[in-house]
């Protein structure tokens, strides 16, 4: 499992991994004030995503064109609602988007390209509910 694969790689000691758990990045649960990182994988035409489900809180997600074509990605609330989009992406080329995600739902992720959501472009993301 990916996100499995990620959190193995965060305990390694002194790594760049190593200093985004130092900032918040990477922890698997109880991350929600510090933040969590997603990677997204963009490509014609899918959008993949390293994590199924994240805690409420800030969200990067970390961008990556592996496409040919120019892409973006928008994060919409569960009604449909945007929160953020980011700039054109061309291909081989990456970018940061930071969201906060405060609610529990099931967000949306899409790229806005001419009808590159109808041809798949389209990602669920899941923020659970608080762990008390
Ligand atoms: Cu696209």
């Known amino acids: 499992?990916?996100?499995d694969h990620i959190s193995v790689r965060a305990s390694w000691g002194i790594t760049a991994a190593a200093v985004a758990v130092a900032a918040?990045?990477?922890?698997?649960?109880?991350?929600?004030?510090?933040?969590t990182a997603v990677g997204v994988a963009e490509r014609e035409f899918r959008?993949?995503?390293?994590?199924?489900t994240v805690a409420p809180g800030t969200v990067r997600f970390n961008v990556t064109n592996f496409g040919e074509d120019a892409h973006?990605?928008?994060v919409l609330t569960?009604?449909?609602r945007l929160l953020a989009i980011s700039p054109e992406i061309r291909a081989g080329r990456r970018h940061?988007?930071?969201?906060?995600?405060?609610?529990p739902g099931a967000y949306r992720l899409v790229c806005t390209?001419?009808?590159?959501p109808a041809r798949g472009m389209r990602a669920t993301l899941r923020v659970r509910r608080p762990r008390r």
């Not at 918040?24 to 933040?35: D, E, F, S, T």
């Not at 959008?47 to 199924?52: E, K, T």
């Not at 390209?113 to 590159?116: A, F, N, Q, R």
């Open 1 to 3: 499992m990916r996100a």
């Open 96 to 103: 940061t988007l930071t969201v906060r995600l405060r609610r």
């Open 24 to 35: 918040g990045g990477c922890l698997p649960a109880g991350a929600g004030a510090a933040g």
């Open 78 to 80: 569960p009604r449909g």
């Open 113 to 116: 390209k001419l009808d590159h």
């Open 72 to 74: 973006d990605l928008a």
């Open 47 to 52: 959008i993949s995503l390293y994590r199924a």
